[in-house]
């Protein structure tokens, strides 16, 4: 069984109708809808919960952390992002969704600004798989459609993924690395660039097989222990 | 000429008679020394000068900044980590010695722990050239020795690097990835292992060759604009 | 179930009384024995069967390859390296041991000349765990050692790996990238060094917990037809 | 000063009325034309000259060679490809374009199909600039337009490369990585997209100054012995 915690600010559904009507109990708990199954388990957490609802306990039982934010990253406070990353570096899954790419904990984690060109004209997206047989692109063919996103344009300030497994084709002239594969130390990260808060994205069929593929490919082989930085003795005792 | 600015937290050469019999002027100066040459012009900047020495104004005018740390890292105040990092994220290169694997600097550009094990034995270390056409190995053979380290162990807590150049095998059975490159949106990153401050390693002919190719390899081909993030106009307008 | 073929030239065994006690039914019913579990099934196939046992048939119902060869590289036929080839870019895994770094099949998939330095003198070897987190180093401590085998020495001429697993080091000096993964359009590879036919390496319990744990990662999420060449439509016709 | 010699197949421009209106002296000559400059001398070969002129002496003297090849990929003799690729990995670069996506040379460094979709609608296509502090960028803006090209669509069946600097978008609907960078042992290779023999591409500026610019990046920095696979000494003599 993965244990996914779902993580969402949760401000815009609390400010605007228009967000309100699209997701009435609040994006997490969509995304937490079509996750469940034989094999997940969720539970949401968001911004205005105790420690942000992401305590030690929370991270220590949770394989997989999807992370949505965009008005209030500022708000998430510093310990917490250390303990999200201490978690993702001991080898929690995790699953940064659109606009969670200027947040502080995938920030953090990437060490570049993690800018891009944006705008919000409501284009259609195509994203292409790039990488058909990885395990987050089964079941997605050469390429699907999105009628209606915010749009993401490069240059985009990341690292060189590990893999760039979607990329996206907008009707207005722009393109951008839409799914891209990472891992820092013993976590792997995945970030995918659909889910803008005003258009019903996560109702999508291909977006929820892809999220799901993600979490079950992020989630952890093996929790180890966080890497010290210990005196360590001498191993080869021939010589000396 | 390319604009070189050696950066040493300079505490051990005045707290150990041992460290400054082998850096009488600190381990900044001797970097500084061996580095100046027709197409390198340098200069050097400490932890206890005004703003640690590094200014908006000296970094702008710094092509490559090189980084000595150790027991005073968590003294290099936050707004000056932030002003070197976003210089880095510029185009400005970073080279970054031995304990300065565990620098504020480093350790937020890479996103990780950037832990490791260590020992100080002084070991023989053997250095392996991994990637023999690379300019920074230009003019080191198949291995060089160091007679004395302090020795570093994997795991290595970095993210995947662009490139091993060096690997270091050391007599006691340890190994470690000596000579890694990264590069970060437009700045150029390179980590070398050798350099403890009891050893006077940087007065070894191959250790400054290879911070002299570093130095020339790290040297931005250009220097952009900070990427940020803006809202922008659609640019292809046939279709609306 | 995971269906394996372990592919050994079988010529060693034949020739020489001392590789023969260490492998009497030849090296791939060594490894076949160890590999066998509820979820791998194994055959073996080798260079005198016809088709060298790597008929079609056999592929298309293989998920991982395991490779062992030496000194008969240059009698596989070009066609069974091409069959084999095929079969990996289109999701069989691939296993390549020790001197199978020469093969012509890893030399195909790698582009490179995959040379080395080595030398027989019975060397201990220390394989050192650099990423933990993989699943192919699942169970492994560390390091652990293996007393007495062939040396490699970098470099080594292959691509960039996606993850350098594990590195090796031996008491003679020299360290070698030992276990690496890279993938090839839909194909994942796993090269692991240990493994000469005059030591009786494969039955260490660590090397054959690293080669059971790379048949679980290499065995193909999906096989998915051969990526074509194809004249496609357009795909958007709002403008034309 | 940097010695290229571009290679061109040279046949659409004998039998293509079209194709010898655009290009009436090959190719080959066009991209000559606007690389000489003062620190680049250039030779061109083709396919009918003996050895498609490209003698061991004629790769010996070039360090950066340019490949175009499209309808007789099939007519290079594979002993003229081994000694580009023994050139290649000895150090000398290499630029593929175009078509030669599919040239038995790329083919046999990648290691992969080299597959791809296809049209020829003559698009307008948008090259955007995904990596702007890349040396082969300089001189680039954040895009620029290409006014009728053949476009090519993912997936691309390629190793994962070093850098992606390019990408392509075309009205049509589809994307490409249009410029990647790969290194194989000691030679870089550079795959450009643009190129297509109906289409005035190589007189467009952007173009030629990413081919310049490539060709400079390209060139080695020094010339290795071809790494071999010997027999070596034991290194450390301390323990026996």
Same mark, same amino acid.
């Given at each position: 069984?993965?244990?996914?915690?779902?993580?969402? =600010?949760?401000?815009?559904?609390?400010?605007?109708?228009?967000?309100?009507?699209?997701?009435? +109990?609040?994006?997490?708990?969509?995304?937490?809808?079509?996750?469940?199954?034989?094999?997940?388990?969720? /539970?949401?957490?968001?911004?205005?919960?105790?420690?942000?609802?992401?305590? #030690?306990?929370?991270?220590?039982?949770?394989?997989?952390?999807?992370?949505?934010?965009?008005? /209030?990253?500022?708000?998430?406070?510093? &310990?917490?992002? &250390?303990?999200?990353?201490?978690?993702?570096?001991? $080898?929690?899954?995790?699953?940064?969704?659109?606009?969670?790419?200027?947040?502080?904990?995938?920030?953090?984690?990437?060490?570049?600004?993690?800018?891009?060109?944006?705008? =919000?004209?409501?284009?259609? #997206? +195509?994203?292409?798989?790039?990488?058909?047989?990885?395990?987050?692109?089964? $079941?997605?063919?050469?390429?699907?459609?999105?009628?209606?996103?915010?749009?993401?344009?490069?240059?985009?300030?990341?690292? =060189? %993924?590990? #893999? !760039?497994?979607?990329?996206?084709?907008?009707?207005?002239?722009?393109?951008?690395?839409? $799914?891209?594969?990472?891992? +820092?130390?013993? $976590?792997?990260?995945?970030?995918?660039? %659909?889910?803008?808060?005003?258009?019903?994205?996560?109702?999508?069929?291909? !977006?929820?097989?892809?999220?799901?593929?993600?979490? /079950?490919?992020?989630? %952890?082989?093996? /929790?180890?222990?966080?890497?010290?930085?210990?005196?360590?003795? +001498?191993?080869?005792?021939?010589?000396?």
């Amino acid at each position: 069984m993965i244990k996914v915690t779902v993580w969402n =600010e949760y401000a815009h559904e609390k400010e605007s109708e228009k967000v309100a009507s699209i997701y009435p +109990r609040g994006i997490h708990n969509a995304i937490a809808d079509f996750l469940r199954c034989d094999d997940i388990e969720v /539970r949401t957490a968001t911004l205005d919960d105790p420690e942000c609802g992401l305590t #030690e306990d929370v991270l220590n039982d949770t394989d997989v952390l999807i992370w949505w934010g965009h008005i /209030r990253h500022g708000d998430v406070p510093d &310990n917490v992002v &250390n303990r999200v990353r201490k978690s993702v570096l001991k $080898g929690m899954g995790l699953i940064v969704l659109h606009s969670g790419h200027h947040s502080k904990i995938f920030r953090a984690l990437m060490g570049t600004s993690c800018n891009l060109s944006w705008r =919000e004209d409501g284009d259609l #997206e +195509r994203i292409w798989t790039i990488n058909p047989a990885h395990p987050i692109a089964k $079941g997605i063919g050469r390429y699907f459609e999105l009628d209606g996103v915010e749009t993401y344009a490069e240059p985009f300030g990341i690292p =060189e %993924p590990d #893999e !760039v497994v979607f990329m996206g084709w907008y009707e207005g002239g722009e393109l951008f690395r839409s $799914g891209c594969t990472f891992h +820092r130390e013993n $976590g792997r990260i995945f970030y995918f660039q %659909p889910g803008h808060e005003t258009f019903p994205i996560f109702y999508n069929e291909n !977006v929820q097989t892809i999220i799901r593929n993600a979490v /079950r490919w992020a989630a %952890p082989v093996l /929790r180890i222990p966080e890497l010290d930085c210990p005196n360590v003795q +001498r191993v080869h005792n021939v010589n000396k």
